[in-house]
Structures are given as C-alpha cells and as structure tokens.
C-alpha cells in the first residue's frame, strides 16, 4: 500500500531498442511488481510465438500497431508504477536523431532522465545526445546507467571507465547532479535488486535511487508567480460580488495578506483570500491550483500574472530564446507564429537566428541559418507585447514557451527564454 | 532575491511539497481550467463510471464558488445498467448542470448505423457515430473524457489535449508535441478536442482518491448479489440484452463492477468488497489488469487503438 505523504517522481527513458530501453523499462515494471497476469500472459504468449527463450521483458512496452510491426517506439508513451515509497511516470521516448522532438517533449516535465550506455559500446554520440536535452531541458536529476555489464563480464574497470567518458563531456554541460549505475536489465542487476555478480559496486540501485532523490527542492520556491487561467465570477446568491483568478502557482510561495503586483497592468493591491473547494487557505504554492481574491478592484483577466510586489519577473518584447523546432514545415524566414507563454498568448516572430547547435557534438554553427524539423538552435524573438518572464534556468514554468503556426493551428516550435 | 526569501528557501524545503494525489488532483483542475478558457462550448463525456465521476468532481473543485460550467454528455447506448441512469440523473440535479444525450438507439433509427449481429454482438462500436454525431450537433469543440493512459496500450500515447479533425478521427503518428503544461487547443471549424484530465492516474489512484474525497459512486462497483452468466472468462450480468446459449446458466452470485460500461460487456468480478475502503484493498492486491472483464477490449490486440482512430471515447 502506498503511504500518504509520499511524492510523484516523473523521470524519462531515452535510448533505441539496442540500449535495452524497452528491457529496462519491463523490468523496472516487472521486479517492482507492477504487471498484471494477464499483461504477462500476453507478453508470454508473443514471446514464445517469437522464438524467444524465456519472457522477452521489452515486450511490456509495446504500443501503437505500427510500433509492434517496427519494433521501435514512436512517439513519447507514459507509464505508471507505484513503490511503497512513490508513484512513478515514466515518459519512454525514442533515442533516435529523428525523434529528438520527442525526446524534447518527454524531458520537459521530468525530475529526473535515465540514460542509457550500451556497456560494451561507451559514450556514443546518442548518449551525448540524451544528455544535451536533458541538460537543455533542465532536468534536474541524471542517472546514467550503464547497462548489458553482464556482456563485459561485470567488470569495474569497464564502468569506470566510461564514467571517466561521460564526466569528460558531460562538464561542458548544465547538470546539476548525474550519478552512475551499473545494471543489467536483462538480468535485473541493480535495477531493482542489488547485484551479486558486481560486489565492488556498493552504489545504490536503480530503483532505490529513484525512490530516495531529493525532488522537493527542485520547483522554484522563491519567485512567486501566478499565471491567471481565467476569471471565477459566480454570481450566485452567496457570492455575489466574488471575483476569483483561478490558476495554478508556477512557483513560489503565495501568503495571504501579501502584496502583489498584476502584470501588465503594474497595479498593486493585497491577497485577501486564497479559495479552494475544501476552505480558504493561509498559504499555497507550486503546483497548487487554487484561485485568489485580492482585496482591490482590479481589471484582471486571462494571461495577466499576479506576482509578489518586490519579486517580479523581467518584462521585455525581446527574447533570446533556446528553440527546438518540431514540426516538418520549416520555419519561414521572419514569418509570425502565435506564442503561448503560461497562459499569455499573443503573436510573435522569431528575428534572427544567432546559431544553430549540433546535438551530437554540442558546436555552434554560426552560419548555417535555416530551420528545420528536429533542429536546436539559438534565435532572437521580437513579441507584439512586453512578456513576464523569468529564464528558463531559474524557472521551467515562466521561462518557456510554444509557438503555434496560424496557418495550421500546428505546435511548430519550443522554447527556452535565455 | 531578498535576503528573507533566501531563508525561507532553505527552511522551507521539506514542508512545501505536495502528496502524489494533491499533485495529480492540481494537474487536473489545471485541465480542465485550460479547456474551458480555451474553447467555446465543452463538455464532459459523462458515462457513469468512477472515472467520469472523479473529472465532474474535479471539476466543481476547479471552478468553485462557481458551478461547473460544463455540460455532461452522455452516450446512451440504451442498454444501460438501471442504477448508472438513475446515478446519473441524481448527480445532474445536485450540480445544477444539464445534460445532453446522444441516443444510440436513436441512431440506429435513423439508419446512420446498424445493430451488430451474433452471438457477441453489442452497442459498444455503434457508439462512436452516436458520439460523433452528438458533438456535431450541439456544436461542441472539446469533449472531456476519463481516459488514463494506464489503461490500454494505445491510450499511453494520448496527449492531454488531443485533436480530431473534422471527421473526429485521431492519428496517433501525427499528434502535437505537448510540452510543459502549455496545451494548444486551436483548431478549425468542425474539428474538436478531447481532453483528458485524469491521463496521469491509474487505476489505484482513483481508488485512493475516491476514498479520499469520499465521493458517491454507484452502486454497482460494490459487492452486490446478482444474476449471471459465465462468459468469456466473466461473470456477465443476466438484462433482457442477454440471449442465453444452451449450455449457459444463470445463476446469482455476489458480485462486483471493476469497470461500468454496457451492460452486455462488462463482466462483474466475484467480490465481498462493499465499501470503499475494502474495493481500494482489493485493487491493490488484483493481478488483473482494469479491462481484463472488458469483452470489448478483447475482440484484437489493437481493438482500442482502433476504435481510438475512429472517434472512440
């Protein structure tokens, strides 16, 4: 049973079916206790029909027909797992360069990224790949496993020999905190049970380091920021003047009584209730969904952000952007897209592109200035209005944003404002 | 930063971090905040099951002191449990909410559709023109359903806004990305939306949270004594749908509903679960998964995903 205080863990798995991406992932299902009879029945069944020996524990993972039919993961598939000590997401997303949108996605919302090394192969350029994105995405947590030790006989020179690898490019990047496992999926080493073949690793597992990290001073607790969803205006009997701005706190901590500034209108006013279905609140903070009355009269509607008074977030019309750019269309040179930045939209068009970064070496290209499908690059964004923003390094929530194609309605792009 | 928000950063650490169910309840009324400050007319695909009658609590919560602003659809394939109508109608007058239905009997009146024949023959695809056909009719531009991605394979893959176009089918290859929590609901005239609030619960939490909130569900779920026919490796429930084979028999059992869909697929579970609490328990410790009772689950390995393309819930 699941205690009640414990927390959400969302982390990611990028790697191709080689990695042993999907095997990790049953495994983690399968010795967690987590696949239902008649799951494993049918995953019985398909692998005995394959010719495989014994359960083929990637099959748990299988999706979409076209998936099954590949072989391959397509696009970003969520999973579910509880521990006694957590309930886990993971996004599995596909490792390959065509899919780096997908990748992109998985990460945005992750705690944590699972990177997988094939043992016998080291750091290749997927793997600095998936660690690029995830450092780009801010994940705040990298576990970097080092799987198939099985293959190179369990041996720790061969581990630390591409931890050796990985520290040496890895320190070019923005992680915080990557640590390194030495596992066998196939065989289940230290994924969720300790391995008896790797007595020199005294390291935690897997699944234990998934349950024991320190997530909860990942959010921003200090810049308090709340994006207005949209306007609660009864109108009943019992609340007849009650103007609520409902939305959920991006970050910080929002105290009753606090004075706050509403942008754009830059008019200032206090929190005079923080309502909720179950009773008025003293305080909330991110990620609540709460909705707040202030004790001023003031025009606020959807897309204007209440902030605390002496914290507030840059504003400006120009941004210098991280752009990932998803969508098959290339971008049209100094076309306008509508820019949907928490829960402010308005139009925008991207006005230079300052480089074009190569994911798998991590060199800017200055000259290569065209956009397209899959691309990382850094470009200037001029918006029609000022936008309330802090960097994307201090805040995932108020530093990143989508563009949207008009002509389509298409996400076509995402970013981070730098 | 301030120098007392710099202490308070560092003091605060540990107590300001939400549960996992408070985490999953945020995302979801931030949901269904973004669906209705996106679009013009949604509603809520309302079937009587725990999981449409978690979103339609998690709405009130969402919109409170305000009522839910969203209409509840119901799809009505007329061969429903007693209990599910009368639970349905009891919650539409408590939240002061209307309802819409779409009638499949009505579109089998028609002519749009026609009755399946056979021995397993159900109302259960007949749906998908009834529901297309009740979007397109009462204008609506995105449907809010119950569906997690714990439950199916194809489900997995579905974003929290997810589009259909103009024919309300789905094309799981070419879906948006959806990062963060910025969801695009922008869509031409005659497409629509489906948005899924719950996407990132399973099975469990909704148990944990339906005891949480302590919120009514239908009789159904709990452990009932009723007349049966085992079939397709389930207890299914004796209506006048049911045409008995020679060799069946009914007989009455004590019984309960993991899922609630017709009546002529959803097969009961043999059960002594009759409150929340023990169901919870019960789940918790279940080596089948969900839909395993669902016949309709069964017809192919990708008989979700098929329907999903088609317009299915």
Request: proline share 3%.
């Amino acid at each position: 049973m699941q205690l009640d205080n414990s927390q959400l863990l969302r982390f990611t798995t990028a790697g191709s079916v080689d990695d042993g991406k999907s095997t990790l992932i049953g495994r983690l299902l399968y010795d967690s206790k987590s696949i239902f009879e008649d799951q494993l029945e049918a995953v019985e069944a398909t692998s005995k029909k394959k010719g495989h020996v014994g359960v083929d524990l990637a099959l748990f993972t299988d999706g979409l027909r076209d998936e099954r039919e590949q072989g391959i993961t397509i696009d970003v598939a969520y999973r579910y797992f509880t521990t006694p000590k957590r309930k886990f997401i993971i996004a599995d997303t596909p490792g390959h360069i065509q899919y780096t949108r997908n990748m992109v996605t998985g990460a945005s919302t992750a705690n944590a990224a699972i990177i997988l090394v094939d043992a016998r192969h080291g750091v290749i350029e997927q793997t600095k790949r998936h660690a690029f994105i995830a450092s780009l995405l801010q994940i705040p947590h990298i576990i970097v496993c080092i799987n198939k030790m099985d293959l190179v006989d369990f041996s720790e020179e061969v581990f630390n020999n591409i931890v050796s690898q990985f520290e040496e490019f890895s320190s070019k990047l923005l992680v915080k905190d990557i640590r390194f496992r030495p596992i066998s999926a196939l065989l289940g080493d230290n994924v969720v049970n300790r391995s008896e073949n790797m007595p020199w690793y005294e390291g935690a597992t897997l699944l234990h380091t998934l349950e024991n990290m320190h997530i909860s001073s990942d959010t921003n607790k200090v810049d308090a920021r709340f994006p207005v969803q949209t306007v609660l205006r009864p109108q009943s009997e019992e609340f007849r003047d009650y103007r609520g701005y409902a939305g959920r706190i991006a970050s910080g901590i929002f105290y009753k009584g606090d004075e706050v500034t509403v942008l754009p209108s830059g008019f200032t006013s206090r929190i005079k209730s923080i309502d909720t279905l179950d009773g008025e609140l003293e305080e909330a903070f991110a990620p609540m969904s709460v909705s707040i009355t202030l004790e001023d009269d003031i025009d606020i509607s959807r897309g204007d952000m209440i902030v605390r008074t002496n914290n507030q977030p840059e504003a400006s019309q120009d941004l210098d952007v991280m752009l990932c750019w998803l969508h098959a269309n290339p971008a049209r040179p100094r076309a306008k897209y509508t820019i949907r930045h928490t829960s402010n939209e308005q139009k925008a068009m991207i006005k230079e592109v300052l480089y074009k970064v190569d994911i798998n070496t991590f060199d800017r290209n200055l000259e290569d200035k065209e956009i397209g499908m899959n691309d990382i690059l850094k470009v200037k964004i001029r918006t029609t209005q000022p936008l309330m923003f802090d960097s994307y390094q201090q805040n995932r929530t108020t530093g990143s944003l989508i563009l949207v194609d008009e002509g389509t309605n298409e996400t076509v792009a995402a970013g981070m404002i730098v | 930063m301030l120098e007392k928000e710099l202490e308070l950063s560092v003091e605060t650490m540990s107590k300001y971090y939400l549960n996992y169910l408070d985490e999953l309840e945020s995302e979801a009324i931030y949901v269904l905040r973004e669906v209705w400050a996106q679009f013009q007319n949604p509603v809520i695909l309302f079937s009587g099951g725990k999981d449409s009658i978690v979103v339609t609590h998690l709405a009130r919560k969402a919109f409170y002191p305000a009522k839910i602003p969203f209409a509840l659809m119901h799809v009505d394939t007329g061969h429903n449990f007693p209990e599910t109508i009368e639970f349905r109608d009891r919650l539409i007058e408590s939240l002061g909410a209307r309802l819409i239905v779409g009638s499949v009997q009505e579109s089998i009146d028609k002519g749009r559709v026609a009755e399946e024949r056979g021995k397993n023959a159900t109302r259960n695809a007949l749906q998908i023109t009834t529901l297309l056909d009740a979007i397109e009719e009462n204008k609506i531009d995105c449907a809010i359903g119950g569906g997690r991605r714990d439950e199916e394979k194809a489900r997995a893959k579905e974003r929290f806004f997810s589009h259909r176009d103009d024919f309300g089918q789905w094309d799981p290859k070419n879906q948006r990305p959806e990062l963060w929590n910025i969801f695009n609901g922008k869509h031409f005239e005659g497409e629509h939306f489906r948005a899924f609030p719950i996407s990132n619960w399973t099975e469990m939490d909704v148990w944990n949270y339906i005891k949480r909130e302590n919120i009514k569900i239908p009789s159904l779920y709990f452990a009932h004594e009723r007349e049966v026919v085992w079939r397709n490796n389930s207890w299914i429930p004796n209506s006048e749908f049911l045409k008995l084979e020679e060799h069946e028999e009914v007989i009455t059992k004590k019984i309960r509903f993991r899922t609630l869909g017709d009546i002529t697929i959803t097969g009961g579970i043999e059960s002594e679960a009759d409150t929340v609490e023990k169901i919870a328990e019960e789940v918790a410790a279940m080596r089948q998964t969900e839909r395993g009772n669902r016949s309709d689950d069964k017809r192919s390995e990708t008989a979700m995903e098929d329907r999903k393309r088609q317009g299915y819930f």
